[in-house]
């Protein structure tokens, strides 16, 4: 059975970093694209950032890139590194794996496009 975790979610000042992490167990990540999604109180869940399977370049929402880093080490962990956080960034923070599609050319922002969720971390930056 494949399983996500995701950890390293806290309360932390507006400026502050976070690093959060995803391990995956039961299936190794190798071959499919991982995705990190995020969804506020009262809001719907939406896309941050995504990689492809062999790692690289990630795409990123509009609303972190330059702010967030995404990687990967393929096989177990999917990272997400938080800076210079806002009040808005506030949320419950996801990562998604895509287990459909082997190897593909994209990545998708689509939260329908991923099928393996962790349990989420909760991110609160206060102001």
């Known amino acids: 059975q494949i399983q996500l975790v995701e950890s390293g979610g806290g309360l932390v000042q507006a400026g502050d970093s976070l690093r959060l992490s995803c391990a995956a167990s039961g299936r190794t990540l190798l071959n499919y694209p991982m995705g990190w999604f995020r969804q506020a109180p009262g809001k719907e869940r939406e896309f941050v950032a995504a990689m492809g399977w062999s790692g690289g370049s990630a795409d990123y929402a509009d609303s972190v890139r330059g702010r967030f880093t995404m990687s990967r080490d393929n096989a177990k962990w999917t990272y997400l590194q938080m800076n210079s956080l806002k009040p808005e960034d506030t949320a419950d923070y996801y990562c998604?794996?895509?287990?459909?599609?082997?190897?593909?050319?994209?990545?998708?922002?689509?939260?329908?496009?991923?099928?393996?969720w962790g349990q989420g971390t909760q991110v609160t930056v206060a102001s």
């Open positions: 998604a794996a895509d287990f459909t599609r082997w190897r593909p050319v994209t990545v998708r922002r689509g939260v329908s496009e991923y099928n393996i």
